[in-house]
């Protein structure tokens, strides 16, 4: 509950503050824009959804509030039932087919090419309105507001409780695992398919949610203005809008509030100073190629700078991780968790995997070794269901996952690390920990799984971690996800030999620990003797030797596989 205040009290107490004293203090043009940047907040958070959060290039949003402003304007010109609260929400959810429609291109394209579907939709909805009039234009029949709301005092108070709800709303929906895969998304969808993730049921809700909203906030302008007309929702409004949200961020309400401002209040400024009104697009245009360049919006910057100093004491005040106890390598218990039978892989000529055989025994760590170029990272990739054809045989816990998607064999327990991580570093290590066992961990447990890896406190933010705790962090994850085997590419990559043994000592204990069996690809051969209990080891797609470690490490065709790299180095 406390905490529950001190995120939100602020927040409510402004907006309370605001309906309190803006009506009474403002003169009547002021009230005016007041709520002008309201139903633009309102617009902007829709952008925070689909922009801010999912990280997706929609260039359409005011084509959705096209959407809820129409079906508003036409409740009104049939008299229908209910009332503007009614409508507003009816042109909310009116939007929502086509927002997903508008996302099923998303689900194969993204980037430029999406943000050109997008305008092409917007472009094509302002050719429509330009052709067709709003409803109740010709019959010059203005919406009708309830009759609390009538006085644009009042008005303004209705628009900021929506602002507020659908600000609540979105604070509850993040809080969910389709909220938080939006982060995922934003930042990396293999890491997200990896963990388990629908990208395509995320982006799509996405793109619902984003279009419930912005057909809301159309549906408000409506309300505002009395009847609307095509140039309201023009395509160069979308893009000024989006140029706004990209800038500010209006994921978090701050920069939804301050969007909204913007968007509402610059075209005033502009008039005010004798200046043309294409300078305000031009200026959010140009502002907004910076926070692309950087990829981080404004209130982002901020709230990432105040998470870092709040928890640059607590990294100092961390205590160091225990020395790891040097045990036996997992050599696992009875029968097989993972089997792999006859896989190949080809890219064009070259054969990456050429019928390979592999078992991660139950409870054990199994390394994956080769010379570079082996097919290493692409048998992990094949297994994961990451690469986009193989032929042979992956059965987990005796269920074959061959028909399913990366995603449903993170599900069915089978889960992967990149030899690249790609964390977002707006969340703290235990919102990260969440994301990936797709449920919010006990404290104790995420702070268990973090100190055995050697990782900082939970409420650390990624942002301040560097390059080999976030390695550790995403192994940490993979394991705290419980899966029945963790397929970890080449974790100690970066780290330092001793930091590297340290892993590797670490990751005999996990099968026991955390009941997660391992298939480990490394290159570091002291981490692979202290880890894993049997080795395969694939030289040009091949297996060449499999079986107990320290025998196969010293078997000729191994030897000769290496020869002059690895195991001269290291032995
Ligand atoms: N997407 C791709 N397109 C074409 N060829 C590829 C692709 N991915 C991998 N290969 C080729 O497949 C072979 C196996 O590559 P892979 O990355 O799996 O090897 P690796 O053992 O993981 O190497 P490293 O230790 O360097 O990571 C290599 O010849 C590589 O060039």
């Given at each position: 509950m406390n905490a529950l205040l001190r995120t939100w009290g602020p927040g409510l107490g402004l907006a309370v503050a605001a309906c309190v004293v803006l009506p009474l203090a403002l003169p009547p043009y002021w009230i005016y824009l007041a709520i002008a940047a309201v139903v633009s907040g309102v617009l902007m958070q829709s952008y925070g959804v689909i922009v801010g959060r999912a990280g997706v290039m929609s260039l359409c949003q005011m084509s959705f509030a096209a959407i809820g402003a129409w079906v508003v304007l036409r409740l009104n010109l049939a008299d229908a039932p209910g009332g503007l609260l009614l409508w507003l929400v009816l042109g909310g959810l009116a939007a929502v087919p086509v927002g997903v429609a508008i996302g099923l291109p998303a689900l194969r394209i993204r980037g430029v090419n999406l943000a050109v579907v997008t305008l092409g939709f917007a472009v094509s909805t302002d050719i429509v309105l330009n052709a067709n009039q709003f409803p109740g234009t010709t019959e010059l029949k203005t919406v009708v507001r309830p009759g609390l709301f009538s006085s644009d005092a009042a008005y303004f108070v209705l628009a900021m409780t929506v602002f507020v709800l659908i600000a609540i709303g979105l604070a509850l929906v993040n809080r969910t695992r389709i909220g938080r895969s939006w982060l995922e998304l934003r930042h990396s969808e293999r890491a997200a398919a990896a963990h388990g993730i629908s990208v395509a049921r995320s982006k799509l809700t996405a793109f619902a949610i984003s279009a419930f909203i912005a057909g809301i906030g159309g549906g408000l302008m409506a309300g505002q203005l009395g009847l609307v007309v095509s140039g309201n929702f023009a395509m160069m409004q979308s893009l000024a809008l989006f140029a706004v949200a990209v800038l500010i961020g209006p994921h978090n309400t701050e920069g939804a509030v301050l969007g909204g401002i913007f968007g509402a209040v610059m075209a005033t400024i502009l008039e005010k100073l004798r200046l043309p009104q294409d300078l305000g697009g031009i200026l959010f245009g140009a502002m907004a190629i910076f926070a692309l360049r950087s990829g981080v919006s404004q209130t982002d910057f901020t709230r990432a700078r105040k998470r870092e100093r709040n928890a640059r004491p607590l990294l100092a005040a961390a205590v160091p991780a225990e020395e790891p106890v040097p045990v036996s390598p997992a050599a696992g218990g009875e029968g097989n968790v993972l089997e792999v039978r006859g896989l190949s892989v080809r890219f064009g000529q070259v054969v990456a995997l050429d019928g390979v055989d592999l078992t991660v025994p139950a409870l054990g760590v199994c390394g994956l070794i080769g010379p570079n170029g082996a097919g290493k990272s692409t048998l992990i990739s094949a297994v994961t269901g990451f690469a986009a054809r193989y032929e042979g045989s992956v059965v987990l816990a005796g269920e074959p996952l061959d028909r399913l998607s990366p995603s449903a064999r993170a599900r069915r327990g089978l889960r992967r690390t990149f030899q690249t991580t790609a964390i977002a570093s707006e969340l703290t290590q235990e919102e990260y920990l969440a994301i990936v066992a797709g449920r919010r961990l006990p404290r104790e447990e995420s702070e268990e799984v973090l100190r055995f890896f050697g990782c900082p406190p939970g409420e650390v933010p990624v942002s301040i971690l560097d390059a080999g705790t976030r390695r550790l962090l995403d192994v940490a994850a993979a394991v705290a996800a419980r899966p029945k085997v963790a397929l970890l590419d080449?974790?100690?990559?970066?780290?330092?030999a001793a930091e590297s043994l340290r892993l590797g000592r670490r990751l005999a204990q996990v099968p026991a620990r955390f009941g997660v069996s391992i298939l480990l690809v490394e290159h570091d051969m002291d981490l692979v003797r202290a880890a894993c209990g049997q080795v395969t080891v694939l030289d040009f797609g091949h297996v060449i030797a499999s079986g107990p470690t320290l025998d196969v490490l010293d078997a000729p065709a191994v030897r000769a596989a290496y020869l002059g790299t690895v195991l001269e180095e290291t032995s």
């Amino acid at each position: 509950m406390n905490a529950l205040l001190r995120t939100w009290g602020p927040g409510l107490g402004l907006a309370v503050a605001a309906c309190v004293v803006l009506p009474l203090a403002l003169p009547p043009y002021w009230i005016y824009l007041a709520i002008a940047a309201v139903v633009s907040g309102v617009l902007m958070q829709s952008y925070g959804v689909i922009v801010g959060r999912a990280g997706v290039m929609s260039l359409c949003q005011m084509s959705f509030a096209a959407i809820g402003a129409w079906v508003v304007l036409r409740l009104n010109l049939a008299d229908a039932p209910g009332g503007l609260l009614l409508w507003l929400v009816l042109g909310g959810l009116a939007a929502v087919p086509v927002g997903v429609a508008i996302g099923l291109p998303a689900l194969r394209i993204r980037g430029v090419n999406l943000a050109v579907v997008t305008l092409g939709f917007a472009v094509s909805t302002d050719i429509v309105l330009n052709a067709n009039q709003f409803p109740g234009t010709t019959e010059l029949k203005t919406v009708v507001r309830p009759g609390l709301f009538s006085s644009d005092a009042a008005y303004f108070v209705l628009a900021m409780t929506v602002f507020v709800l659908i600000a609540i709303g979105l604070a509850l929906v993040n809080r969910t695992r389709i909220g938080r895969s939006w982060l995922e998304l934003r930042h990396s969808e293999r890491a997200a398919a990896a963990h388990g993730i629908s990208v395509a049921r995320s982006k799509l809700t996405a793109f619902a949610i984003s279009a419930f909203i912005a057909g809301i906030g159309g549906g408000l302008m409506a309300g505002q203005l009395g009847l609307v007309v095509s140039g309201n929702f023009a395509m160069m409004q979308s893009l000024a809008l989006f140029a706004v949200a990209v800038l500010i961020g209006p994921h978090n309400t701050e920069g939804a509030v301050l969007g909204g401002i913007f968007g509402a209040v610059m075209a005033t400024i502009l008039e005010k100073l004798r200046l043309p009104q294409d300078l305000g697009g031009i200026l959010f245009g140009a502002m907004a190629i910076f926070a692309l360049r950087s990829g981080v919006s404004q209130t982002d910057f901020t709230r990432a700078r105040k998470r870092e100093r709040n928890a640059r004491p607590l990294l100092a005040a961390a205590v160091p991780a225990e020395e790891p106890v040097p045990v036996s390598p997992a050599a696992g218990g009875e029968g097989n968790v993972l089997e792999v039978r006859g896989l190949s892989v080809r890219f064009g000529q070259v054969v990456a995997l050429d019928g390979v055989d592999l078992t991660v025994p139950a409870l054990g760590v199994c390394g994956l070794i080769g010379p570079n170029g082996a097919g290493k990272s692409t048998l992990i990739s094949a297994v994961t269901g990451f690469a986009a054809r193989y032929e042979g045989s992956v059965v987990l816990a005796g269920e074959p996952l061959d028909r399913l998607s990366p995603s449903a064999r993170a599900r069915r327990g089978l889960r992967r690390t990149f030899q690249t991580t790609a964390i977002a570093s707006e969340l703290t290590q235990e919102e990260y920990l969440a994301i990936v066992a797709g449920r919010r961990l006990p404290r104790e447990e995420s702070e268990e799984v973090l100190r055995f890896f050697g990782c900082p406190p939970g409420e650390v933010p990624v942002s301040i971690l560097d390059a080999g705790t976030r390695r550790l962090l995403d192994v940490a994850a993979a394991v705290a996800a419980r899966p029945k085997v963790a397929l970890l590419d080449e974790p100690a990559a970066g780290q330092s030999a001793a930091e590297s043994l340290r892993l590797g000592r670490r990751l005999a204990q996990v099968p026991a620990r955390f009941g997660v069996s391992i298939l480990l690809v490394e290159h570091d051969m002291d981490l692979v003797r202290a880890a894993c209990g049997q080795v395969t080891v694939l030289d040009f797609g091949h297996v060449i030797a499999s079986g107990p470690t320290l025998d196969v490490l010293d078997a000729p065709a191994v030897r000769a596989a290496y020869l002059g790299t690895v195991l001269e180095e290291t032995s």
